[in-house]
């Protein structure tokens, strides 16, 4: 049996994320937004042409590319568009980070960065930030095979000026620098602009946050023209339909509702500001964030103890056990009233 | 200028199939189902809560893969679900061959086999079809790191029979052997009931052709157990979220309407027999097609002329130009009334 077992990959399986089917739940582990999408994406579903489903979608994705394009004041062939920003990251990664020398980033942010390394092949070494869990822009500036920052950082939410964000991309001008944008509408500005003026820097974002798509998939990379053909040459000489077609018409639903999307976002930002301070009156530290959670600790409550009992309270929030934020927790800003329940458990605990 | 270029990978850019955005365009190079997907797609998009789509999707796919599971009697967990076939197959690629040995196909098949065997870096050798384009089954009995079977195969539109098929398999118990059924439901019989007696085999099927739902990128991999929790293990391990909710709604939808389905399926292959019919009455060799495409060539007519002349007439049809079968046309089914179209414009030239 299993003779064919050595010619199989063996990966360490993942555990994905919590996702609790339950309606009375209190979700805040996974930073998805807690109001529905803009009403235009329910009547571009209601509206569209069922039976256009037969067809392949369209590769050039040419309405949502237009409606980004207007947003970020780009060019539609300085997009491109992928399955989510994991896939988008992904095709990043191996298209962007082929040398041998090491690609940086830092110790605690976004998960999969390594995975994708040690999946492509892909020498890197980790960055410690520093003791207030900032990254130190200066350590960015030797050689490397690539640089990627998460902007604002997670599970830190703290947010890093354009001007630090230039600084790397310009001491960097033989390795492409992507800057992973998921968070950046809450509180920051993206570097989006600089791929004008610079032709190594990346911006990657997401419809799955600010704009309350989680459910589509859809992720997109801005960056020069050039950078954007050699990406897209990499994806189509393997998977040339990636952004089936109902997503591809509901983003761009999306994208054009500017107005409920700033609305959308405010809400969190206040939404987030009351909390903190509303935990700080209960002797938590938080980090600054400009995201769309929080990463809080406490000096006289166990942070794993914490996330038990509130998992008990059905309130699902993000523990790590990892090295240096094993007393952190990572918590999603909900609506106010997810959070002020949020608040009152803990008040109780 | 450029100082990155030698850190980025180069790709030879894919030039994809015509996607003609004009309505009057017969449109038969790319295998699309003629018809719509059934009536019940429509009806759970109109109905679906779109608010929902803030979330994630669900990892687990439970509808779908139960809707799956009770149409092939198969478990849940010999189910693996990804973005389109193409992806589900490069996944299979990069999990099942992992050894020094060449993996075997056809030298005329899905021109992605070669592709994604050059991007894993996977050893491969094509085998000749035969004289009559036919699959040789004796030819993969040797030592390899693994076979893929397109059955029917593809542009051929040739089916090599179950016993065959289990040859095959039988004749490999330590390589994994991938069956493309993509076309299978045009008249073949499925080897998925194979996957209860061998734990080599895995098939992989798509919704873009028979449930005519190119558009929502659906395919999907049955296989023991242990196969499908290995691809799992490789997808989760960098990309968790790759099928959005509404895709896994339309497909459940889809898979569950065997009526429509079944209707589908006989109007194509009642078409097809009827266009080789008229095709042969007009000089041409039609290869045995169980596909929802026909491969054929008129030892009278330049293939490229007539394919050019048809492409005049608004007819769009597909052509290699590629060793062996340069003299021949692959032609989608489409419907009864666009099969006619055809058979004229081929009449007047």
Known sequence: MELWRDKIRKT???????????RNIIKLNTNECPY?????TERVIREYSCGDLRLYPSILCRGLKSALADTYSVE???????????EVLALCFMTFFNSDKAVLFPDITYSFYDVWCQLYGIPFKRIP???SFRIVKEDYFGENGGVVIANPNAPTGIYMGLESIEEIVSANRDSIVIIDEAY?????????ELIHKYDNIVVVQTFSKSRALAGIRVGYAMADKRLIDALEAVKNSFNSYTLNSLSQIVAEAAARDTQYFRKCCENIIS?????????????????????????????????KALFEYL?????????????????????????????????????RY
Chains 1, 2 share one sequence.
């Open 12 to 22: 360490e399986p993942y555990i994905p994320g919590e996702q609790p089917e339950g």
């Open 36 to 40: 529905p999408p803009s009403p235009m």
């Open 76 to 86: 539609e062939n300085e997009i491109f568009l992928g399955n989510g920003s994991d």
């Open 129 to 131: 930030l520093d003791d």
């Open 184 to 192: 950046i509408d809450f509180g920051g500005i993206s570097a989006a």
């Open 271 to 303: 939404t987030r500001e009351w909390t903190i301070a509303e935990l700080e009156r209960l002797g938590f530290d938080t980090l600054p964030s400009s995201a769309n959670f929080i990463f809080t600790t406490n000096k006289n409550i166990d942070a």
């Open 311 to 347: 998992r008990e309270q059905n309130i699902i929030v993000r523990y790590f056990n990892k090295p240096r934020i094993e007393q952190y927790l990572r918590i999603t800003i909900g609506t106010k009233e997810q959070m002020e329940a949020l608040t009152a458990a803990i008040r």
